[in-house]
């Protein structure tokens, strides 16, 4: 192989679930059949990485210093929804109704990654709730260890600025059955039921 094959497929390993078997599937695909295409994923990629920043106020991804979403005057000023990533705002987005604001961690607490309050912009969220506008705060963290520990954090910052938190339902998906469904699920489902109205 030549150096700049093994440079390419070594350069495509670096995308989340692409082993050496996929990374070389995709190179050889890129060089017998689709140069053109590579050529525009390469200008693609080069001009993201050089262009997109994060927002001024909700830390997701944006090629201007406040994103379109902070920007627009038709949000709920009143709801600011807190999610790991931009895929998951992404996904509350395309999914639901919500019309507030969001806040973007870009992770999760994880002590023993190094990832603490200050990796996850927690001062600049407790500088938004000081403004006094936000008056309840959706925590929609991942129902993971980490998730949940990050959970309890926010609603604590939350409360001390007489902010009510919130967390969106877990447990059984819709049309889902029973039999199918994991144990955790299932358990936290149990352990979080309400009442039928």
Excluded: W
């Excluded at 920007?71 to 709920?76: G, I, K, Q």
């Excluded at 600011?80 to 870009?106: K, M």
């Excluded at 309890?152 to 969106?168: E, G, K």
Aim: aromatic fraction near 4%; include cysteine.
């Amino acid at each position: 192989m030549s150096s700049l094959l093994e440079q390419l497929i070594d350069a495509l390993r670096v995308l989340p679930g692409v082993g050496q078997k996929s990374a070389q599937r995709m190179a050889y695909h890129v060089l017998e059949r689709g140069r053109e295409g590579g050529a525009r994923l390469a200008t693609a990629l080069a001009d993201a990485v050089e262009k997109i920043g994060h927002c001024e106020r909700c830390r997701d991804f944006s090629e201007t210093p406040v994103c379109p979403t902070c920007a627009s005057a038709s949000r709920d000023a009143q709801t600011l929804c807190v999610v790991e990533s931009p895929a998951d705002r992404l996904a509350i987005e395309q999914a639901t109704g919500y019309r507030g604001f969001y806040y973007v961690l870009q992770g999760r607490l994880s002590p023993l990654d190094g990832i603490g309050p200050r990796e996850l912009g927690l001062d600049r969220l407790g500088a938004r709730l000081a403004e006094g506008e936000v008056r309840e705060l959706i925590i929609a963290t991942n129902p993971t260890v980490e998730g949940e520990a990050t959970a309890h954090y926010l609603a604590q910052i939350a409360r001390q600025h007489q902010v009510r938190p919130s967390r969106p339902a877990h447990g059984l998906p819709l049309g889902g059955e029973l039999e199918y469904v994991d144990r955790g699920t299932l358990s936290h489902a149990f352990g979080s039921r309400s009442e039928v109205d």
